[in-house]
């Protein structure tokens, strides 16, 4: 003689929902993951690209950030930055220094009138769309490019360098900083309306 002990239907419902429940999870945290690199993305542009770190000229390192994500479930891994785009030039060397070097001629860096208010280049062809620009020889520093002003007069507009040292201005990493405890929440969030929803 045997007693048969069997499953109530309402145990078995809750054995089906805690056998879902890794699945429900994962879920959670790839939606919380998409959720939270654009949210990051978007502190990094407020916090650093906004005269925090770095003063916004153009706009388009700010228009290149952007969160993605890689892999699924438990296994996904969210990436900010910049991989294509105008900026991607130099967001690396914006955020990490570096020096660039001309292997032939020479980088015309823009000074004095060449440059507006903000900072950004007046003359953005470069020298060659500066009408009557005379070459200036110094022996051991950099030539300059003016333009004469009548009087024995000059106006410098630009240095012509055989490399320029950009310092590094940490500008991802800084905003990635301060993104840090809302990519948490926006993360845990997510996971937490799954729980509640079990």
């Given at each position: 003689?045997?007693?048969?002990?069997?499953?109530?239907?309402?145990?078995?419902?809750?054995?089906?929902?805690?056998?879902?429940?890794?699945?429900?999870?994962?879920?959670?945290?790839?939606?919380?993951?998409?959720?939270?690199?654009?949210?990051?993305?978007?502190?990094?542009?407020?916090?650093?690209?906004?005269?925090?770190?770095?003063?916004?000229?153009?706009?388009?390192?700010?228009?290149?950030?952007?969160?993605?994500?890689?892999?699924?479930?438990?296994?996904?891994?969210?990436?900010?930055?910049?991989?294509?785009?105008?900026?991607?030039r130099y967001?690396?060397?914006?955020?990490?220094?570096?020096?660039?070097?001309?292997?032939s001629k020479?980088?015309?860096?823009?000074?004095?009138?060449?440059?507006?208010?903000?900072?950004?280049?007046?003359?953005?062809?470069?020298?060659?769309?500066?009408?009557?620009?005379?070459?200036?020889?110094?022996?051991?520093?950099?030539?300059?490019?003016?333009?004469?002003?009548?009087?024995?007069?000059?106006?410098?507009?630009?240095?012509?360098?055989?490399?320029?040292?950009?310092?590094?201005?940490?500008?991802?990493?800084?905003?990635?900083?301060?993104?840090?405890?809302?990519?948490?929440?926006?993360?845990?969030?997510?996971?937490?309306?799954?729980?509640?929803?079990?």
């Amino acid at each position: 003689m045997q007693v048969s002990i069997e499953l109530t239907a309402a145990t078995k419902q809750e054995i089906e929902r805690l056998e879902a429940m890794p699945a429900r999870l994962a879920q959670g945290v790839e939606t919380g993951m998409r959720r939270a690199v654009n949210v990051a993305a978007g502190i990094v542009v407020k916090r650093s690209l906004s005269g925090g770190v770095l003063k916004r000229r153009t706009g388009a390192l700010a228009r290149s950030v952007k969160g993605r994500t890689e892999g699924s479930g438990f296994n996904i891994v969210g990436l900010v930055g910049v991989t294509k785009g105008p900026a991607a030039r130099y967001a690396a060397i914006l955020q990490d220094g570096g020096v660039i070097r001309m292997k032939s001629k020479r980088l015309a860096i823009p000074v004095g009138a060449a440059l507006t208010p903000t900072g950004r280049p007046r003359y953005p062809g470069g020298p060659r769309t500066v009408p009557g620009l005379v070459l200036i020889k110094r022996p051991g520093r950099a030539p300059l490019l003016a333009r004469p002003l009548g009087g024995g007069q000059i106006e410098v507009l630009f240095v012509l360098k055989t490399s320029v040292r950009i310092p590094g201005y940490h500008w991802l990493s800084k905003g990635m900083e301060a993104a840090v405890e809302l990519v948490t929440r926006t993360i845990q969030g997510s996971v937490d309306a799954v729980l509640e929803a079990a």
